[in-house]
């Protein structure tokens, strides 16, 4: 973890800056993001263009909706995330026969023109210097590095055509998959931020919400906390960047644990932005940590959480 640092729209108690942000699917949530209070957008979902088209969005479209974007945020940090549907979500894609495991940066290396068109759109957007390139599904450092190899090839454009850009726009990796934390080591040399997603539960479990094993799914499950954990303690050696998505960065009591972890990005729905502001503001880092280490010696999920719900009024006194 990063030392403290006197400025911050959030930070602890002790001076570690936690940055708050929200999420939007749809540029209607990117206007309720806006006026939450965020300092930024955590994820912005680019699938809302996808989904009800018979084609394919075009560059221009994609331009103009990151350029609003930009705008309805005021140059708040915006992370965007590539298309991150499967194939049969996508009406363009129904007749190419693709697998359902073929989505995003998987589907964006198969079909490498879905994404040079979506980077060339952020890359011309990127001139406020508030975006950030969030891709979804990897596994292998090998898909960063050809994701790397498109994004030079989109900028050898722009500069023979003299369009500006931000050549220093930040990459990062959604966690979904396990492999990504096996190899955070080697990803956190390619990559600026990881943003860990709640699938991450699901694939480390290997079961979904409504199927066989779903009893096993809940919020504090000691895997997912461990992989957060193990994650964090990896990259944040680099100084890298760690978010945890909602639901759990929403619950106020898992806020302390997911800090002590070396977690310095949450994002929550907007309505529950200004509680977990309160429950940072009034924390230490030494006294979350103390919490974190007991929590995390339970063996079952409903024990976690309970203890941390119980200890959340004494941390904050």
């Known amino acids: 973890m990063h030392g403290p640092e006197n400025q911050s729209q959030t930070h602890t108690a002790d001076g570690y800056i936690i940055k708050v942000n929200t999420s939007a699917y749809s540029l209607e949530e990117v206007e309720a993001a806006a006026d939450s209070g965020a300092d930024g957008l955590g994820l912005f979902s680019t699938d809302f263009m996808y989904c009800n088209n018979a084609d394919l969005p075009s560059e221009e479209e994609q331009y103009r909706i990151f350029k609003k974007v930009s705008q309805i945020m005021d140059n708040r940090p915006v992370t965007v995330r590539t298309l991150n549907l499967k194939p049969s979500q996508v009406p363009a894609l129904n007749n190419l026969g693709l697998p359902e495991q073929c989505r995003g940066v998987r589907l964006g290396l198969e079909l490498p023109e879905i994404l040079k068109t979506q980077i060339r759109a952020l890359a011309r957007a990127s001139v406020s210097r508030n975006f950030r390139l969030l891709l979804p599904m990897v596994s292998d450092v090998s898909e960063i ?173």
């Open 145 to 317: 590095l050809k994701v790397k190899a498109l994004i030079d090839g989109v900028q050898r454009e722009l500069n023979e055509k003299n369009i500006e850009y931000d050549s220093y726009m930040e990459i990062g990796i959604e966690v979904e998959i396990p492999a990504a934390i096996v190899l955070a080591q080697v990803l956190s040399f390619e990559v600026s931020f990881f943003n860990i997603s709640e699938n991450l539960k699901n694939y480390t479990l290997a079961i979904d919400n409504e199927g066989y094993g779903s009893n096993l799914i809940h919020e504090y499950a000691p895997s997912f906390l461990f992989q957060i954990a193990n994650l964090a303690e990896e990259v944040r050696k680099r100084k890298k960047s760690v978010s945890v998505e909602s639901p759990l960065a929403g619950e106020p009591a898992a806020v302390p644990i997911l800090i002590s972890m070396g977690v310095n990005e949450l994002i929550m729905a907007p309505g529950q932005i200004e509680r977990a502001r309160q429950v940072i503001s009034r924390l230490t880092v030494p006294k979350a940590k103390l919490v974190a280490s007991k929590a995390m010696s339970f063996r079952f999920p409903e024990e976690i959480k309970q203890y941390a719900e119980e200890s959340l009024p004494r941390l904050l006194k």
